[in-house]
């Protein structure tokens, strides 16, 4: 039976583990951390619980066939609950609350300026067009350049509008900027702006409003831990607690993986799941890469960061389960970000599960998530100056926005900066969503899922194609056992 070593054990190495598994390979799945998950895992403050990083969970087909490849029912293993209303955003001078009944959408934006209902359903109706276009492209390798001359990849082009921007095609349906930012905030899933994110991505709002947008019952970390379950189970070998300090390669063949305590664990097949900059610049002797050396690798562009606060409230909360408060000048403050410059004037994410998931927190009490997406640590900021300044941002916003003092209410808390998510889960640059998705950098621009630098390496998670984000991330691990199955 062929061995195979997984490193790391985030959603995407997770679900290649399962699914090698279940192709009767000897898998050992080895995580530097205690818990599994990485940057989705569970934080835990006494008896609040919190995801880390993703919240939004949607186009959980991909999951679903994750889960019946390796041969369980998605639903059987985990409580999925679909989300309606969707979100509430709130803007200086409007909110909007986004729901899963498209009937509603329409009549809202309808609502707000006549002919805005008719232009959001346009829109919809390309994106279901465009879906059946792209998808293939998204769910195969692209591993060169004459992929795009594809049948599938000409037959997307002229419905992708690769040359325009997420924002300006929606433009091109109205001009309205509550209606165009409602649609085009998504870019930021993938740490971009709506300005510079390729057309393509306005599916991600189409595919929340049209395929859903999930909670998983005791966080979506809930997922890892269940395919960290199944995979033991089978008797599959995980290793916590167990760092990867070398990939060492031979002939341009990799040959084993070293541990922190110096054991060698041969393998000639190895899929990378630990954050693609973070191996390229940290876990190989530069004389065995080509594309991907450190200063070439020191030089691709690097997605924004996020700065965290998880609380542990002491009483239930009026707020929904996902809301977003909008910086006053949005246009400023993405064209700020994406300058690195850390502006006075940002978006909030909140997120309050406790609304719907009573395991979150004890009776009668909340666990609030609050995200501020901010410049990555190529920028230079020093976050534990930084980070008491954001906390009086984020109590004053939502005092004005919903005129209570949530600092008063605050039992635990829990602060994640920049900084963290390098220290802690070997992010590059902190750059939470991995290499930017500008165009230069997907497709056959992004790193390859059968990697190009050393032979017998797989590549899986957001650093690789499709890109960062769960439902791209467990395609990765999709195609992987694709590739890899066609070893034996
Ligand atoms: C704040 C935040 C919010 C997000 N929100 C969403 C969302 O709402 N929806 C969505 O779809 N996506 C979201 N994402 C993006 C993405 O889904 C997650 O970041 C996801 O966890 C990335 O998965 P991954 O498999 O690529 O890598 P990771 O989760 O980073 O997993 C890599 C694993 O490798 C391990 N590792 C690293 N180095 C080593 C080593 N040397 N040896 C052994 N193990 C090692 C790490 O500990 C980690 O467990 C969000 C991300 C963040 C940070």
């Given at each position: 039976?062929?061995?195979?070593?997984?490193?790391?054990?985030?959603?995407?190495?997770?679900?290649?583990?399962?699914?090698?598994?279940?192709?009767?390979?000897?898998?050992?799945?080895?995580?530097?951390?205690?818990?599994?998950?990485?940057r989705?895992?569970?934080?835990?403050?006494?008896?609040?619980?919190?995801?880390?990083?993703?919240?939004?969970?949607?186009?959980?087909?991909?999951?679903?066939?994750?889960?019946?490849?390796?041969?369980?029912?998605?639903?059987?293993?985990?409580?999925?609950?679909?989300?309606?209303?969707?979100?509430?955003?709130?803007?200086?001078?409007?909110?909007?609350?986004?729901?899963?009944?498209?009937?509603?959408?329409?009549?809202?934006?309808?609502?707000?300026?006549?002919?805005?209902?008719?232009?959001?359903?346009?829109?919809?109706?390309?994106?279901?067009?465009?879906?059946?276009?792209?998808?293939?492209?998204?769910?195969?390798?692209?591993?060169?350049?004459?992929?795009?001359?594809?049948?599938?990849?000409?037959?997307?082009?002229?419905?992708?509008?690769?040359?325009?921007?997420?924002?300006?095609?929606?433009?091109?349906?109205?001009?309205?900027?509550?209606?165009?930012?409602?649609?085009?905030?998504?870019?930021k899933y993938l740490g971009m702006?709506?300005?510079?994110?390729?057309?393509?991505?306005?599916?991600?709002?189409?595919?929340?409003?049209?395929?859903?947008?999930?909670?998983?019952?005791?966080?979506?970390?809930?997922?890892?831990?269940?395919?960290?379950?199944?995979?033991?189970?089978?008797?599959?070998?995980?290793?916590?607690?167990?760092?990867?300090?070398?990939?060492?390669?031979?002939?341009?063949?990799?040959?084993?993986?070293?541990?922190?305590?110096?054991?060698?664990?041969?393998?000639?097949?190895?899929?990378?799941?630990?954050?693609?900059?973070?191996?390229?610049?940290?876990?190989?002797?530069?004389?065995?890469?080509?594309?991907?050396?450190?200063?070439?690798?020191?030089?691709?562009?690097y997605s924004i960061s996020t700065?965290?606060?998880?609380?542990?409230?002491?009483?239930?909360?009026?707020?929904?389960?996902?809301?977003?408060?909008?910086?006053?000048?949005?246009?400023?403050?993405?064209?700020?970000?994406?300058?690195?410059?850390?502006?006075?004037?940002?978006?909030?994410?909140?997120?309050?599960?406790?609304?719907?998931?009573?395991?979150?927190?004890?009776?009668?009490?909340?666990?609030?998530?609050?995200?501020?997406p901010?410049?990555n640590?190529?920028?230079?900021?020093?976050?534990?100056?930084?980070?008491?300044?954001?906390?009086?941002?984020?109590?004053?916003?939502?005092?004005?926005?919903?005129?209570?003092?949530?600092?008063?209410?605050?039992?635990?808390?829990?602060?994640?900066?920049?900084?963290?998510?390098?220290?802690?889960?070997?992010v590059?640059?902190?750059a939470v969503f991995n290499l930017s998705h500008?165009?230069?950098?997907?497709?056959?621009?992004?790193?390859?899922?059968?990697?190009?630098?050393?032979?017998?390496?797989?590549?899986?998670?957001g650093g690789?194609?499709?890109g960062s984000g769960?439902?791209?991330?467990?395609?990765?691990?999709?195609?992987?056992?694709?590739?890899?199955?066609?070893?034996?």
């Amino acid at each position: 039976m062929k061995k195979i070593i997984v490193i790391g054990a985030g959603p995407g190495g997770l679900a290649a583990s399962l699914l090698l598994q279940a192709r009767g390979f000897d898998v050992t799945l080895i995580e530097k951390d205690e818990h599994v998950g990485g940057r989705s895992k569970r934080v835990s403050l006494g008896e609040f619980h919190f995801d880390l990083g993703p919240t939004f969970l949607m186009y959980i087909d991909v999951l679903k066939q994750v889960f019946e490849r390796s041969g369980y029912d998605l639903e059987k293993e985990i409580n999925l609950i679909k989300l309606d209303p969707l979100y509430k955003l709130i803007f200086k001078d409007h909110t909007l609350e986004l729901s899963a009944d498209l009937k509603k959408n329409i009549a809202m934006y309808e609502s707000m300026k006549p002919g805005l209902g008719q232009a959001y359903q346009s829109w919809l109706n390309d994106q279901t067009y465009k879906m059946t276009k792209i998808k293939s492209i998204l769910e195969k390798p692209f591993p060169n350049v004459f992929h795009l001359f594809r049948p599938d990849v000409l037959k997307a082009a002229p419905v992708s509008h690769p040359f325009k921007s997420v924002y300006s095609l929606l433009k091109t349906y109205d001009r309205d900027d509550h209606f165009i930012h409602s649609l085009s905030f998504q870019a930021k899933y993938l740490g971009m702006a709506s300005y510079q994110a390729p057309s393509i991505f306005t599916i991600l709002p189409y595919l929340e409003h049209v395929t859903g947008l999930y909670h998983v019952e005791g966080g979506l970390n809930q997922i890892n831990e269940v395919m960290a379950k199944l995979f033991k189970e089978k008797g599959g070998n995980l290793l916590t607690n167990t760092q990867v300090t070398k990939v060492l390669v031979e002939k341009h063949r990799v040959q084993c993986v070293e541990l922190e305590n110096g054991e060698k664990i041969l393998s000639d097949v190895v899929v990378m799941n630990a954050d693609f900059a973070y191996a390229m610049t940290q876990l190989f002797n530069q004389k065995d890469l080509r594309k991907y050396k450190k200063e070439k690798t020191e030089k691709k562009k690097y997605s924004i960061s996020t700065w965290m606060m998880y609380l542990g409230i002491n009483r239930k909360l009026d707020l929904p389960h996902h809301e977003i408060i909008f910086s006053d000048d949005y246009n400023q403050y993405l064209k700020d970000l994406m300058n690195g410059k850390l502006t006075k004037d940002l978006s909030i994410y909140v997120h309050n599960p406790s609304v719907i998931d009573e395991t979150l927190a004890p009776q009668g009490k909340s666990s609030i998530y609050i995200l501020l997406p901010v410049p990555n640590l190529k920028h230079g900021y020093d976050w534990d100056e930084e980070s008491p300044n954001l906390k009086e941002f984020v109590y004053n916003r939502i005092k004005e926005k919903h005129g209570f003092d949530i600092k008063s209410m605050i039992e635990v808390e829990k602060i994640y900066t920049p900084s963290d998510w390098m220290k802690n889960e070997h992010v590059y640059q902190g750059a939470v969503f991995n290499l930017s998705h500008g165009l230069d950098q997907m497709l056959f621009l992004r790193p390859h899922n059968q990697f190009e630098d050393v032979k017998g390496i797989y590549l899986v998670g957001g650093g690789t194609h499709p890109g960062s984000g769960l439902p791209t991330i467990y395609q990765s691990a999709l195609i992987a056992d694709d590739l890899i199955s066609k070893l034996t």
